[in-house]
């Protein structure tokens, strides 16, 4: 895959007297794992939606190396969205071509630990287990972009732990370009090879950073913190992002 480069010069929905996103730059290397991180209502999801093509109502460009092409998007929303009238392989089927080779639907099942529940309604899964097949959805259609709506938001703390960790896993062995939203700065620490935070309305980036941590270091929740604490201390403007 060939870097992604996002201009969005201005967002304004119709009503608005100013814009909700304005001279916004940001590009995306290949297998990037980028974390953005800004204060609610500043124009996260807008930005999404608009790199996903759900918003077409903006003025800038979105260029997949130097091309103008749309590029080929997996999207997990904050709700799952799964139908609650088709068991939880096929949710997933639905997503997919035709052709797809069933030993990957089964692989990416039992990577994020669902085989067992592979014929379960969603009405019989935990919010969990739910998130974690609308993780495997949206990996299984291999997109160029994976685009990730604060997809852990309101599971508790262990739950949120676990989902995360099945979620590194399977991105370490099936990496793609992904953008997460998340107003958690360790669990952006824990998953982000750059962070990107984000200023209030109008949106634009008030500073990229590089995570140092080690991948296989990435589970120690007192270098996620020290690394936090750092932050925090060299950029105390961050704080009135979260």
């Not at 100013?18 to 953005?36: A, G, H, R, V, W």
């Not at 996260?44 to 759900?54: P, V, Y």
């Not at 949206?138 to 997109?143: G, Q, R, S, Y």
Request: hydrophobic content about 45%; charged content about 20%; some cysteine.
């Amino acid at each position: 895959m060939t870097d992604i480069h996002i201009n969005i010069r201005s967002k304004l929905y119709p009503t608005a007297t100013t814009p909700s996103i304005s001279n916004f730059k940001l590009s995306l290397q290949s297998n990037e794992f980028i974390c953005l991180v800004g204060p609610s209502g500043c124009g996260k999801t807008t930005l999404l939606n608009i790199i996903s093509g759900l918003d077409e109502d903006y003025d800038g460009d979105i260029l997949v190396g130097e091309q103008h092409t749309q590029p080929k998007i997996g999207y997990i929303f904050q709700n799952p969205r799964l139908l609650p009238w088709r068991t939880v392989r096929e949710n997933i089927e639905l997503a997919l071509d035709a052709a797809v080779d069933a030993a990957v639907i089964d692989e990416l099942l039992e990577l994020m630990q669902l085989t067992q529940a592979q014929h379960s309604y969603p009405e019989r899964l935990s919010l969990g287990m739910s998130r974690r097949v609308a993780i495997i959805r949206a990996f299984a259609i291999d997109p160029e972009v994976l685009l990730m709506d604060e997809p852990f938001v309101s599971l508790d703390a262990p739950t949120a732990r676990q989902v995360r960790e099945l979620l590194l896993k399977l991105w370490l062995q099936r990496p793609h370009t992904v953008l997460f939203v998340t107003h958690d700065l360790r669990e952006a620490i824990a998953l982000a090879d750059r962070l990107i935070f984000l200023s209030a309305s109008p949106m634009q980036v008030v500073s990229e950073i590089s995570v140092p941590i080690a991948r296989d270091q990435r589970d120690d929740e007192s270098a996620i913190e020290a690394f936090r604490q750092q932050l925090l201390q060299h950029h105390p403007d961050i704080k009135q992002l979260l």
